[in-house]
């Protein structure tokens, strides 16, 4: 069963940031508490490493068993491993390379100098997404899905009018047209994020509004590819009072 998606809109920008850290670190807890371990998946951009900065900075982030948490990534530029423009350095620097994980927790996709093509980097990442699901599965039981939006709508790698958006059997494809550069890059399919628990939609700025209003009042997933996103449960869409501007009133819920 999916729920209805909620729009909690905050002040601004800082405060959502805070708002959504403090509650990944609560949720955290109670999920760890209920089964004893947890599937992430981060996004990157200015707000979702800003979210795991301040998870860095909070006094409760070592009241968190990090070991029971494994952290994946919803997409990924295919550039060198110590490329500024990736993700993964990106969350490390944030969060990761301060708490007390096990390397073997934090799955980040290949990157363009660990001497595979781009179509095996996608496989790869594939076969360890397997290694971690249960038998009947190809994917974990994602617990929380953080995702961003792009100001054309589009959510990981997984663009407008391309064919991403569309793949209903891979896990992982290799994107080699992203009109946002660079052009290659990696990402899950839109069936595994919608497949997460949870989906935590981190929007901030005016240039967001147009495509988080449409997606919401119902356009197509393929010219709105955000309109496409909804968790197995739950669906939120956490935003400043910017990036709400176009969402319709009825979808607004007050933040908690």
């Known amino acids: 069963m999916t729920h209805d998606r909620r729009v909690l809109v905050h002040d601004d920008k800082a405060a959502l940031i805070a708002s959504v850290a403090s509650r990944f670190i609560t949720k955290m807890a109670d999920i760890l508490h209920e089964q004893g371990h ?70 980040s996709f290949p990157a363009s100098d660990d001497g595979l093509d781009l179509d095996a980097a996608a496989d790869r990442y594939a076969a360890e997404l397997k290694s971690k699901a249960a038998p009947d599965s190809l994917v974990p039981q994602f617990d929380v899905t953080f995702l961003g939006v792009g100001p054309d709508g589009h959510i990981a790698s997984l663009f407008p009018h391309l064919q991403g958006i569309r793949e209903n059997d891979l896990t992982v494809i290799a994107v080699l047209n992203s009109p946002k550069p660079p052009a290659e890059r990696l990402s899950l399919t839109r069936w595994v994020l919608n497949s997460s628990e949870r989906i935590w939609l981190v929007v901030s700025g005016t240039d967001k509004a147009s495509a988080l209003g449409l997606a919401l009042a119902g356009a197509s997933r393929d010219e709105v590819p955000v309109a496409g996103i909804r968790g197995r449960h739950y669906t939120d869409f956490f935003v400043d009072g910017e990036a709400a501007a176009e969402v319709p009133e009825n979808l607004i819920a007050q933040p908690q």
């Open 38 to 107: 947890a599937h992430v998946i981060l996004t990157g951009g200015s707000v979702g490493t800003g979210v795991l900065e301040a998870i860095n900075a909070s006094p409760d982030r070592d009241g968190v068993d990090w070991a029971k948490i494994d952290f994946w990534w919803g997409d990924e530029r295919w550039v060198p491993r110590a490329h500024a423009d990736r993700n993964e350095g990106q969350a490390r620097a944030a969060l990761l390379d301060h708490i007390d994980i096990p390397a073997a927790n934090v799955h």
